[in-house]
């Protein structure tokens, strides 16, 4: 390995989320500490992934089939649907193995700043999906943000004409958070949807 493959390695490992230079430098050196055991197998089995996973072309989810194993299963509740904004949002959902029903992936929220349009998200295939897979219910899941608030209103909005039931996640107080440490913001998301 030359001098550059090694400064390409670490500047292809800075460009992932929470690492920069230093970081990527502290990585490369210890999969090369441990090439067999590590670095082969880490290299490989990026190879795979990138050969082999999709994207579901009903939810957006990612799978080595599509449909996705989710979209496939036969226990999911099909009349409910939960629109997420991007798939660690849709997996996070899955790790507590709480909601039972299907997703939809948006693939990011509508941003004005970002030049992000409706056009530019899975939209359109959320209002197919709900027109003709007989869904009752649509949980939008977008997060507490200005832009993932804008998309919830955008979307509700954009089914009205299917006579669907719309609902949101509860924001608010979380579980174990007290209140000297919230800001306005939440408190007043947690007053208004007080049940």
Same mark, same amino acid.
């Given at each position: 390995?030359?001098?550059?493959?090694? =400064?390409?390695?670490?500047? %292809?490992? /800075?460009?992932?989320? #929470?690492?920069?230079? +230093?970081?990527?430098?502290? @990585?490369?050196?210890?999969?090369?500490?441990?090439?067999?055991?590590?670095?082969?197998?880490?290299?490989?089995?990026?190879?795979?992934?990138?050969?082999?996973?999709?994207?579901?072309?009903?939810?957006?989810?990612?799978?080595?089939?599509?449909?996705?194993?989710?979209?496939?299963?036969?226990?999911?509740?099909?009349?409910?649907?939960?629109?997420? =904004?991007?798939?660690?949002? %849709?997996? /996070?959902?899955?790790? #507590?193995?709480?909601? +039972?029903?299907?997703?939809? @992936?948006?693939?990011?929220?509508?941003?004005?700043?970002?030049?992000?349009?409706?056009?530019?998200?899975?939209?359109?295939?959320?209002?197919?999906?709900?027109?003709?897979?007989?869904?009752?219910?649509?949980?939008?899941?977008?997060?507490?943000?200005?832009?993932?608030?804008?998309?919830?209103?955008?979307?509700?909005?954009?089914?009205?004409?299917?006579?669907?039931?719309?609902?949101?996640? /509860?924001?608010?107080?979380?579980?174990?958070?007290?209140?000297?440490?919230?800001?306005?913001?939440?408190?007043?998301?947690?007053?208004?949807?007080?049940?």
């Amino acid at each position: 390995m030359s001098h550059s493959e090694l =400064e390409t390695l670490i500047h %292809l490992m /800075a460009k992932l989320p #929470g690492l920069g230079p +230093r970081s990527a430098r502290r @990585v490369v050196l210890h999969l090369l500490k441990q090439k067999d055991a590590l670095m082969r197998p880490l290299a490989q089995s990026l190879l795979q992934t990138a050969d082999n996973v999709v994207n579901c072309e009903i939810c957006g989810n990612l799978d080595v089939a599509s449909p996705c194993h989710i979209c496939t299963e036969n226990k999911r509740d099909t009349k409910t649907l939960c629109v997420v =904004e991007n798939v660690a949002d %849709l997996w /996070a959902m899955e790790r #507590g193995s709480i909601y +039972r029903g299907l997703y939809h @992936v948006l693939g990011g929220v509508l941003s004005a700043m970002d030049g992000v349009s409706p056009k530019d998200l899975n939209i359109d295939k959320l209002a197919n999906r709900v027109a003709n897979d007989d869904i009752s219910e649509v949980i939008i899941a977008t997060n507490a943000t200005v832009d993932g608030q804008t998309t919830a209103h955008y979307i509700t909005e954009r089914l009205a004409e299917y006579g669907v039931e719309i609902t949101r996640l /509860a924001h608010g107080i979380p579980i174990g958070g007290e209140l000297d440490y919230l800001d306005e913001g939440t408190l007043s998301a947690a007053l208004k949807s007080r049940k």
